[in-house]
């Protein structure tokens, strides 16, 4: 459909439905009776201000929460089966669309990446690290757990 179709489209349904004229005695009863309802309040301003640090003080936790560094655990002995952490949500991640399909990657990571991950680097040294990444369908990183 064309700009052209549409225009006579919606003048033809302009034509077609019949819109009552406005009766202003109705309109003015309908105001004059809201003016004239009690107004109800809520508690008082102190009871609104607390209301309102309270929910931007727990959405400032979950926004936060989520992108909190975690520790390392240290590296596995020799023969000993592979520890990972949790994984950690990838800063910015939580404002992404919803992750409907993903992708599990293993990966040598460079240690100088993990901040920027919201991981911090284990205490042994080392210029890479192993780590499984959590990749959405849009190929954004949303999540990554270190493995030792």
Known sequence: ???????????????????????????????????????????SRTGWWMTALAAAAALLI?????MAPRRVPPAPAPGHAEVVTEFTIVPGAAELPVMESGTLVRMDLPVSVLPSLGVIPPAAGGATVKADIVIGQDGLTRAVRLVN
């Open 1 to 43: 459909m064309d700009e052209q179709d549409l225009a006579k489209a919606l003048k033809r349904l302009n034509d077609e439905v019949d819109v009552p004229p406005v009766d202003r005695s109705r309109e003015a009863a309908l105001l004059a009776a809201f003016d004239a309802a009690p107004r109800v309040r809520s508690g």
């Open 62 to 66: 979950a926004a936060v929460l989520p």
